[in-house]
């Protein structure tokens, strides 16, 4: 019952920087926490961000420093700044969210995915 939609994917050079957005809709109120996943090609989709209802994030130390993860509940949106972009942060970034539509209930809903390129 949540849709997810990226948008801010691009090419930027190396050491650029870029800003993801993830929006939600549907039944946005059963969302718990959200965060962002990546996969590149050849690779296995990692993790990268995460951000709790009660605003703790959580960051893969290959983004720690660099990647900023935040929410605007008011807005229903999701965003990544990404700064100091490196080639290998190249990959498809995905929104994802976790649901908690009634107590004991667990889901999760993820988006189609935003391309970044980083250049060399």
């Known amino acids: 019952q949540v849709q997810l939609v990226e948008s801010g994917g691009g090419l930027v050079q190396a050491g650029g920087s870029l800003r993801l957005s993830c929006a939600a809709s549907?039944?946005?109120?059963?969302?718990?926490?959200m965060g962002w996943y990546r996969q590149a090609p050849g690779k296995q989709r990692e993790w990268v961000a995460a951000?709790?209802?009660?605003?703790?994030?959580g960051y893969a130390d290959s983004v720690k420093g660099r990647f900023t993860i935040s929410r605007d509940n008011a807005k229903n949106t999701l965003y990544l700044q990404m700064n100091s972009l490196k080639p290998e942060d190249t990959a498809v970034y995905y929104c994802?969210?976790?649901?908690?539509?009634?107590?004991?209930?667990?889901?999760?809903?993820w988006g189609q995915g935003t391309q970044v390129t980083v250049s060399s």
């Open positions: 951000i709790t209802a009660d605003g703790s994030t």
């Open positions: 549907g039944s946005t109120s059963s969302i718990n926490a």
């Open positions: 994802w969210a976790s649901l908690r539509p009634r107590p004991g209930m667990y889901s999760d809903s």
